[in-house]
């Protein structure tokens, strides 16, 4: 890291949220000064105590100014995961990455670098409004750099770990009675534990790290995990009786799902996470990843297993998600 002066600045876009939690906590124990963007500073759980809160957003320029002054590290998490036009996708995804960028590009400290979380979604942008504006964003971001500031992308598969109230959805689904499946052949899912992707993070903000990359990360399993298996590693922990029954269906039958869940947040006003696109993404069957797709294991090496990481994760739901342990009812 620095060689004098104190403690370096980390800067951190979506330090409040899920994964920017864990990687809040992360470069702290990294030795890291940290700076966080929050746009409702009152209103986001509450940052550690000696962290600085510049209030504002990925629209408000003047804040992302402030936000990466002096920064030896600019860690860009923020980002939209639902919502109900792709437009919306793109105004943060896409615009709020580029300005973030042309802030760092002027006015980071020397040597700095911008870490940029994007998703493995971003490899198949055609399937969803999300997975390219995630495409988008990266590309926008290093453009707005214009060679100013070594960057490196991130993409992580599905995340989950203590923290995750969307992964409530999974538990909910892995003790139905009986789940609907894609047909042969079977999705494949990588999956990494939020410490792992925040300890990750941290690691390509030090001095020395690789950059001008795009790197996947999973868990010690790269080629990812079969849906089903998920589902009955989850069921099992959390002590169901009997494993799931699945029941294949077509893939329109799910496409179909998504479809009516856009119509529903349509006209509720109400984004959802599954839609149309997240179906499209789901049935791309294989999101596995490799070896030589990861950060090089001397800069970084997942430590979580799944099983490990989902018992952990289970626990969080009961004690502070509430209703993980409620009986899961029809509907």
């Known amino acids: 890291m620095s060689g004098g002066g104190g403690p370096p600045l980390a800067a951190v876009t979506g330090g409040t949220g899920f994964l920017g939690r864990h990687v809040v906590q992360a470069l702290a124990r990294g030795g890291w000064r940290l700076r966080l963007l929050a746009r409702r500073p009152d209103a986001s759980p509450a940052p550690p105590a000696e962290a600085e809160v510049v209030p504002g957003d990925l629209d408000d320029p003047a804040a992302l100014r402030r936000l990466v ?8 998490v923020a980002g939209l995961t639902k919502a109900l036009r792709a437009s919306d996708f793109m105004a943060v995804n896409r615009d709020g990455g580029a300005r973030l960028a042309a802030a760092a590009g002027a006015g980071v400290a020397r040597g700095a670098r911008l870490v940029l979380v994007s ?5 198949e942008p055609r399937l969803s409004p999300y997975a390219a504006s995630k495409r988008a964003g990266e590309e926008a971001a290093v453009s707005a750099l214009g060679g100013r500031v070594p960057w490196v992308v991130l993409r992580p598969p599905v995340i989950y770990g203590p923290g995750d109230r969307e992964g409530l959805a999974l538990l909910r689904l892995a003790r139905a009675p009986v789940v609907p499946v894609p047909r042969a052949p079977e999705p494949r899912l990588a999956m990494v534990h939020a410490a792992d992707a925040a300890a990750a993070v941290a690691a390509l903000c030090r001095e020395g790290a690789p950059f001008g990359a795009r790197f996947e990360i999973t868990d010690g399993r790269h080629e990812g995990h079969a849906w089903r298996d998920i589902l009955r590693l989850v069921a099992g922990l959390a002590g169901h009786e009997r494993p799931p029954r699945f029941l294949p269906v077509p893939d329109a039958a799910l496409l179909a799902a998504g479809a ?15 839609g149309r696109g997240k179906a499209r993404e789901f049935l791309h069957r294989n999101w596995g990843s490799a070896p030589e797709r990861q950060p090089p294991p001397d800069v970084w090496a997942p430590r979580i297993d799944l099983e490990s990481g989902l018992r952990e994760t289970l626990a969080w739901w009961r004690a502070d998600a509430g209703g993980a342990s409620a009986p899961v009812g029809g509907g």
């Open 69 to 76: 002054e002096g920064a030896r590290a600019v860690v860009h």
């Open 119 to 123: 998703s493995q979604a971003a490899r």
């Open 260 to 274: 009516a869940a856009d119509a529903w947040a349509a006209a509720t006003g109400r984004a959802s996470l599954f």
